[in-house]
């Protein structure tokens, strides 16, 4: 199951990839990983820092994606970001400002959603 | 890029000075949040802001916003704040100049980047003349309260937009004119009942005649549907005007209480407030963490009008003793203590028993002697005496009743209606004014023992007939007093320099309860 979950997760985050590298962003770092959680893409673009976190849902007969990232989980990747930030202190002098936006997937119907500077 | 907006918070009567800061960060991750011990409206202003902004044509900047309400220790309530956080953020951002003269803004916005009508608006103007804030920038609806105060430029705001525009000098607002005070007072209130509608009574009619001059308290005894109720109601149409004075006082107090209606100015009709008996203590009182004012404060220089007095809880009333003593209530809370003065008029009303027909010549009482004690057991003696009138209000003869109110006007002559009990109250009131010019005391009911021996001008004969009175009677020393201040506010009504021994009369009648 575990190994599945990763398989998906995987082919999310390439589909998400391809549509930000189209939307003229500029990929950092993919599967980022700490022992708190994972930063699923880190991409650029206008000199602004943005951390992605993929969501795909193979359909959305049990929820759509977007239910999926709640305030907790937003939590979850601010916390990681800061942390990726404190370890990677090149980058984060780089870069003015940061923000977090998410894409959401589902491969159904094919439809891939960019949302951009998420906060609750 | 940091600025400092000011404004002001409030704590009873009386305004803190409070420095919004405002932070726009340049660097990391994009946020917004307010400290300084917010409450809950305090938060909620984020969403307000935001939105008003965005709605003025504003960009809300997707940056890191730290919004600090310093002193950061002063618990801080309201949604006044939401116009110097949104004049902090802009002019953090350099979109606006902030005045170069110190100023306050203060009023909660409207999503639609408007402003809306905000309490205190008064006590601010006072605050900014205190602490030397030459402008104030508030909603133009709230505008009026400060612009009874001279020495101080108002700028009604009607919007976020209109607001950037002028602090920009784009389109200057016109600050208002100084509303002089006179201007204002208006003496159409409208009233329910007019003494010539209340049939018979005339005794009970005096009375209230007397109270309303003095300010003094009464207590109206009476079986169900005697007319306590409309005569209590009635008394709000004979009531004088607000001094000067007296009026600041309201307006202050309606001004915190969030009672001055959008647009208004100075409070120019006497309050008369009634509470029904299920009222709380700290609803009648005052009271809550940040203390706000109770009934009793809600009708400074006015009347409180508590009908089924003894229904009240025991604890309530008893709560009543001390303020009507000082004529002010102190609230101490752990935040702090607050005064806020509670110089009412009180007027009572009560049934002689349970059934409500003790004593009544028609009707049988039903209740047992246990259950009459038990109800007046509530009006406890230290509370009826600092009540200085007690009546009877008894039953109306149904004769009286039915008989054509021209033919009785005939007999009788014609029935003074409440226009023209007004004008003896208001020249009765007229004296009692000049007698304590400057004393911050209005009505003769205030007076304290000093004033007496300083004002009271008595005759040997009355004094020597009150004399005999206290003696028969066990009366208190503070009913003496009390008894005094009556017989001087007979005086004033007659006209008479000097208490005459049938101005002392008719206070004692008064005040000897028929049981």
Redesign the interface.
């Known amino acids: 199951m575990k190994q599945l979950n990763r398989l998906v997760g995987k082919k999310g985050e390439e589909i998400a990839t391809d549509f930000l590298r189209k939307k003229g962003y500029k990929i950092l770092d993919q599967n980022n990983s700490t022992k708190w959680g994972e930063l699923d893409l880190i991409v650029t673009k206008n000199n602004i820092l943005i951390f992605v976190e993929v969501k795909l849902k193979t359909t959305e007969d049990f929820g759509t994606p977007e239910e999926m990232i709640g305030k907790n989980k937003l939590a979850q990747v601010?916390r990681t970001?800061?942390m990726y930030l404190l370890n990677n202190p090149d980058i984060a002098n780089k870069f003015?400002?940061?923000?977090?936006d998410a894409v959401c997937i589902v491969e159904e119907t094919g439809r891939v959603t960019h949302y951009e500077?998420i906060?609750f | 890029m940091l600025t400092k907006v000011l404004s002001a918070s409030h704590f009873g009567l009386e305004a803190n000075l409070i420095e919004v800061e405002v932070n726009v960060f340049?660097?990391?991750?994009?946020?917004f949040n307010i400290i300084g011990l917010p409450n809950k409206s305090i938060e909620e202003a984020k969403e307000r802001v935001k939105t008003a902004l965005i709605n003025s044509g504003i960009d809300f900047p997707?940056?890191k916003i730290v919004v600090n309400l310093a002193p950061a220790d002063i618990p801080k309530e309201g949604s006044l704040y939401d116009l110097p956080i949104a004049i902090g953020i802009l002019a953090s951002m350099e979109l606006v100049k902030l005045p170069e003269q110190k100023s306050f803004f203060y009023g909660e916005l409207s999503l639609d980047g408007g402003l809306r009508h905000t309490k205190g608006v008064f006590l601010l103007g006072l605050a900014a003349k205190s602490k030397g804030i030459k402008n104030v920038f508030v909603p133009s609806e709230s505008a009026n309260e400060a612009a009874v105060l001279a020495g101080i430029n108002v700028y009604p705001v009607k919007s976020l937009t209109e607001l950037i525009g002028h602090l920009n000098g784009v389109a200057k607002i016109e600050k208002l004119k100084y509303i002089a005070r006179g201007l204002l007072s208006t003496d159409d209130s409208i009233v329910e009942f007019d003494f010539a509608e209340i049939i018979g009574q005339e005794s009970a009619k005096r009375a209230m005649t007397i109270a309303a001059s003095g300010g003094h308290n009464i207590f109206m005894m009476g079986s169900p549907g005697a007319g306590k109720t409309m005569l209590a109601r009635a008394t709000s149409g004979i009531l004088p005007p607000l001094n000067e004075d007296e009026a600041l006082e309201v307006t202050k107090i309606y001004s915190l209480a969030g009672l001055i209606p959008a647009g208004g100015g100075l409070v120019s009709v006497r309050p008369f407030r009634t509470a029904h008996h299920t009222t709380s203590r700290i609803g009648l009182i005052g009271g809550g963490t940040n203390p706000h004012p109770g009934e009793i404060s809600l009708s400074h220089n006015g009347v409180l009008f508590l009908d089924e007095f003894p229904e009240f809880s025991r604890g309530t009333l008893e709560a009543l003793r001390q303020p009507m003593e000082d004529g002010e209530v102190s609230i101490t809370r752990i935040a702090g203590s607050v005064n806020f003065p509670a110089s009412f008029m009180l007027i009572a009303a009560a049934n002689p028993c349970p059934c409500g027909y003790l004593g009544d010549p028609k009707k049988e009482c039903k209740c047992t002697p246990r259950m009459i004690m038990k109800y007046q057991s509530k009006l406890s003696g230290p509370l009826m005496d600092r009540i200085d009138l007690h009546i009877n209000v008894p039953a109306v003869d149904i004769n009286k009743l039915m008989s054509n109110p021209t033919s009785h006007e005939a007999s009788r002559g014609a029935i003074a209606n409440s226009k023209k009990i007004r004008e003896e109250v208001i020249k009765a009131r007229d004296v009692q004014n000049k007698r304590f010019r400057g004393l911050k005391v209005y009505t003769n009911a205030n007076m304290k023992n000093k004033h007496i021996k300083e004002f009271v001008d008595i005759t040997p004969e009355a004094l020597n007939l009150l004399k005999q009175a206290v003696n028969t009677y066990n009366l208190s020393a503070r009913t003496y007093f009390r008894l005094i201040k009556v017989s001087q506010t007979i005086a004033d009504l007659a006209d008479s320099k000097k208490i005459l021994p049938n101005h002392v009369a008719e206070a004692l009648q008064y005040r000897v309860r028929s049981e």
């Open positions: 601010r970001a800061e003015d400002r940061y923000q977090i500077n906060t | 340049k660097k990391g991750f994009p946020g997707n940056l």
